[in-house]
Nanobody, 126 residues
Framework: QVQLVESGGGAVLAGGSLRLSCAAS????????MGWFRRAPGKEREGVAS????????YYVDSVKGRFTISQDNAGQTLTLQMTNLQPDDTAMYFC???????????????????WGRGTQVTVSS
């Protein structure tokens, strides 16, 4: 049984930093895409960052490029999102997700994710 458990959310002032972690267990398929998504109040869920466990390629939505960094441990059991220079528009519930639908470059599309964590709240105030 696949389980994804996020941690590390919180409240910060604009310009601050947070580090989100996702503990992944129970999945044996390799390679895979692992990603971070977010849903802000009144908005649709969007992909924020993803990583291919196969080749380590990373992808980011334009709004976070240069500020967020996604990483995974070698076993693919821990996914991390380092967030810097946070802005009020980054306020959202952040979710860790996993998909076995992998092919070269597929993680760019932020689609096909079938496994989700429950989320962790990030609140950025000005």
């Amino acid at each position: 049984q696949v389980q994804l458990v996020e941690s590390g959310g919180g409240a910060v002032l604009a310009g601050g930093s947070l580090r989100l972690s996702c503990a992944a267990s129970g999945y044996m398929f390799r390679p895979a895409c692992m990603g971070w998504f977010r849903r802000a109040p009144g908005k649709e869920r969007e992909g924020v960052a993803s990583v291919s466990t196969g080749d380590g390629a990373t992808y980011y939505v334009d709004s976070v490029k240069g500020r967020f960094t996604i990483s995974q441990d070698n076993a693919g059991q821990t996914l991390t999102l380092q967030m810097t220079n946070l802005q009020p528009d980054d306020t959202a519930m952040y979710f860790c997700a996993l998909t076995s639908r992998w092919y070269a470059g597929s993680c760019r599309g932020f689609s096909g994710y079938g496994y989700w964590g429950r989320g962790t709240q990030v609140t950025v105030s000005s």
